[in-house]
């Protein structure tokens, strides 16, 4: 991020951790009014919706993973 302003760096990093363009928005807006507080509740949010999706593709993972199971057992049993 070297040569960047420090707002296209923020903008950058908001954007790679996936945050919609309303919520780079709010951000923003919350920047200007010096309102660190409601940022960091913004990306806390932010963040347990990640979190979340990424235990609901674990479960799924879990989930094909004792599918192959059962069907590597009974392959080995037949």
Do not use: W
Not at 22 to 29: G, N, S
Not at 43 to 61: F, M
């Amino acid at each position: 991020m070297a040569g960047k302003t420090p707002d296209a760096a923020i903008l950058e990093n908001l954007r790679d951790a996936g945050c919609d363009e309303k919520t780079v928005q709010r951000f923003m807006e919350l920047e200007e009014e010096g309102d660190m507080q409601e940022q960091m509740k913004l990306l806390s949010r932010h963040r347990q919706q990640l979190l979340d999706r990424v235990h609901r593709e674990e479960k799924r993972i879990d989930c094909l993973d004792y599918l192959i199971y059962q069907m590597q057992k009974a392959e080995r049993a037949g």
